[in-house]
C-alpha cells in the first residue's frame, strides 16, 4: 500500500498570514493524483485543491496553492491570506488505484 | 459538485448485532466505493475498495468476514459490521469515484459519515 505522510500534527497561523503544511507520499505507480482535503468539526471531507502527477506547474485554487515536487514525493499545500474558516484539519491525499489518506495536520487561525 | 448520501448519519447498536450502513450515489454512477474508518482527532483508515459487481478488496489487518462490503449496483454500497463490540465503534466514511472518469483522474465523493456506537 502507498504511504502518506504529514510531519505536523498541529500548525497555527496568524489571520491574513501565509502558512504551509507539509505532505510526502511513497508510491512505485507512474499515474496518480494527489488532492488536499479539509475536514471541519463537522467531519463533511471538502475538496481544497488537486495535483495531477503527470503535471509539473503547481495547482492553484485562489487562495491556496501546492508545491508539487514529483521526484521527491513531495506535496505541500500552501494557504495565503489565512482565514478564520480555514480552521479545520487538512488531509493530504494519494489516488492512485486506492485511495489513501495522511495523518492530518489540525490547522488553528488566531483572530 | 457530485453528491454522495451515506445512511444512517448515527446508530447504536447492542454488542453482538449487525448494523447496515448505506453509501448512495445520487447523481452519477460509481464504479468504485471506498469505506473508512476514522478514529477521534485521526486521519481517515481505509479499510476496503468497493468495485461494482465484484469482490471488494480489502486492506491488510481488516477482517474480510466481519465487515461485509457489497457493492450490488453503480450507486449504492453497503458496510455491514457483523457481530459488533463496544471496539467497532468509530465514524466510518464512504466515497465514491464517478464512471464518467476513469482510473485515477477523479476526485473521490464523500458521504457524510456514519457515528456507530456500539454498546
Known amino acids: 500500500a502507498q504511504t502518506v505522510t504529514q510531519s505536523q500534527p498541529e500548525m497555527s497561523v496568524q489571520e491574513a498570514e501565509t502558512v504551509t503544511l507539509s505532505c510526502t507520499y511513497d508510491?512505485?505507480?507512474?499515474?496518480?493524483?494527489l488532492f488536499w482535503y479539509k475536514q471541519p468539526p463537522s467531519r463533511q471531507m471538502i475538496l481544497v485543491i488537486r495535483q495531477e502527477a503527470y503535471k509539473q506547474q503547481n495547482a492553484t485554487e485562489n487562495r491556496f496553492s501546492v508545491n508539487f515536487q514529483k521526484a521527491a514525493k513531495s506535496f505541500s499545500l500552501k494557504i495565503s491570506d489565512s482565514q478564520l474558516g480555514d480552521a479545520a484539519m487538512y488531509f493530504c491525499a494519494y489516488a492512485g488505484n486506492q485511495f489513501y489518506f495522511g495523518t492530518g495536520t489540525s490547522l488553528t487561525v488566531i483572530p | 459538485g457530485a453528491v454522495v448520501s451515506q445512511h444512517p448519519s448515527r446508530v447504536i447498536c447492542k454488542s453482538g448485532t449487525s448494523v447496515k450502513i448505506e453509501c448512495r450515489s445520487l447523481?452519477?454512477?460509481?464504479?468504485?466505493m471506498f469505506w473508512y474508518r476514522q478514529f477521534p482527532k485521526q486521519s481517515l483508515m481505509l479499510m476496503a475498495t468497493?468495485?461494482?459487481?465484484?469482490?471488494?478488496?480489502?486492506e491488510q489487518g481488516v477482517e474480510k468476514d466481519k465487515f461485509l462490503i457489497n457493492h450490488a449496483s453503480l450507486t449504492l454500497s453497503t458496510l455491514t459490521v457483523t457481530s459488533a463490540h463496544p471496539e467497532d465503534s468509530s465514524f466510518y466514511i464512504c466515497?465514491?469515484?464517478?464512471?464518467?472518469?476513469?482510473?485515477?483522474?477523479?476526485?473521490?465523493?464523500f458521504g457524510q459519515g456514519t457515528r456507530l456506537t456500539v454498546v
Open positions: 468497493s468495485n461494482e459487481g465484484s469482490k471488494a478488496t480489502y
Open positions: 508510491t512505485s505507480e507512474s499515474d496518480y493524483y
Open positions: 466515497s465514491a469515484r464517478s464512471i464518467l472518469r476513469q482510473a485515477v483522474d477523479t476526485e473521490a465523493f
Open positions: 447523481d452519477f454512477q460509481a464504479t468504485t
